[in-house]
């Protein structure tokens, strides 16, 4: 029997980049570089949270960081300001492969669901946007938990939600972090490598990766059980 029963997928830069948000940021004063300062940003803000037994959303937690980015430039810092790189968000365009990686799991006859640090609201935008919808079983998101990935706690509960052990569920991501929380909790991991980044060396290794979706999601759809 195959090891993979569902196909679990990170959202944020893994189907959707986050490029296109770069010109809302130099719109608001900020340099060119200011996407991936911010991006990061967000990422330790929420990781110390999760470190410290606390739980922000995604939203909170992005408006945060914007706002002492901006403070620490001498930029208007104002709601409207912050609203209007936020909205970004939802009208991000997917990654060429996505609605071919999508297909390789539904002709699997794999459920698809989408993890994902953000928000429910954005995330169904996202794929309602790219058309993409009618093909997500199901949208998990970390509110439903009050954990940050890469907290055991996000996979096992999208797991559960899917009536099945961790080790039957993959999560495929274009992060190392996400990848490395995943196999900790027993997932199948599935690595795909956006703009060629390499998966870093000091985490868990992913069971596939590719530099595309296709091949990463025939990768897990091929890996044997551990009792074969």
């Known amino acids: 029997m195959p090891r993979v029963q569902a196909v679990a997928f990170d959202v944020i830069e893994t189907l959707f980049p986050i490029a296109p948000l770069r010109p809302r940021l130099v719109g608001a004063g900020l340099p060119e570089h200011a996407l991936e300062t911010w991006f990061a940003q967000i990422l330790r803000d929420a990781f110390a949270l999760e470190v ?10 992005a408006t945060s960081a914007l706002r002492v980015m901006l403070r620490q430039a001498d930029l208007p810092s104002e709601d409207s300001v912050i609203e209007s790189v936020l909205e970004g968000f939802q009208s991000l365009d997917p ?3 996505v609605t071919a990686g999508f297909d390789r799991v539904k002709q699997a006859r794999l459920p698809l669901v989408t993890l994902t640090n953000g928000s429910a609201k ?6 309602d946007r790219a058309g993409l919808r009618d093909r997500v079983d199901q949208v998990i998101v970390i509110d439903d938990v009050k954990h940050w990935k890469p907290s055991a706690a996000v996979y096992t509960h999208c797991a559960a939600q899917l009536d099945i052990a961790p080790a039957r569920l993959a999560l495929v991501a274009a992060h190392g972090w996400d990848i490395h929380g995943a196999a900790r909790a027993g997932l199948a991991t599935g690595f795909v490598r956006r703009d060629g980044q390499p998966m870093t060396g000091a985490m868990h290794s992913p069971d596939v990766q590719a530099d595309d979706l296709p091949t990463v999601i025939d990768g897990l759809v091929a890996l044997p059980d551990a009792a074969d």
Request: glycine fraction near 0%; proline fraction near 5%; avoid cysteine.
């Open 122 to 127: 954005v995330t169904e935008a996202l794929l």
């Open 95 to 97: 990654h060429d492969d």
């Open 52 to 61: 410290a037994s606390s739980y922000e959303p995604f939203a909170t937690v």
